[in-house]
């Protein structure tokens, strides 16, 4: 997808203040409690997601995420499709003080890859 330059270097200044996430990290952070929490829309989600994923979409998340996920020391594992609105959405919520937020690196597609998913 073609983004405007503006929007992916608001993107990358996100990507470059939070932690990512490998796609191979996921299911042991999940088994110690992290929260995999997809932003992506809920058609988006309905379509497939990670198992166990909690979804707020980008546009609510800042309103909605504290009724969620009262813990601001919860493992949060932010992901889209791809990478941009997972890291937007985890710099958000470190902004909040969740200062355990991160975002999965290259996203659903990436996990879908490394667990044979389609």
Request: hydrophobic share 45%; glycine share 8%; net charge neutral.
């Amino acid at each position: 997808m073609n983004y405007t330059s503006k929007f992916q270097t608001l993107a990358d200044a996100a990507r470059a203040r939070v932690a990512e996430a490998a796609p191979a990290d996921v299911a042991a952070l999940m088994a110690e409690g992290a929260v995999a929490l997809d932003i992506r829309d809920p058609d988006e989600h309905a379509a497939g997601h990670i198992p166990g994923s909690l979804n707020i979409s980008r546009g609510k998340l800042e309103m909605n995420v504290e009724g969620k996920i009262a813990d601001l020391d919860t493992v949060i594992l932010c992901y889209c499709n791809a990478n941009n609105r997972g890291a937007l959405s985890a710099a958000s919520l470190r902004d909040m003080g969740y200062k355990n937020a991160r975002f999965i690196a290259g996203g659903l597609n990436a996990w879908k890859a490394l667990n044979g998913a389609s």
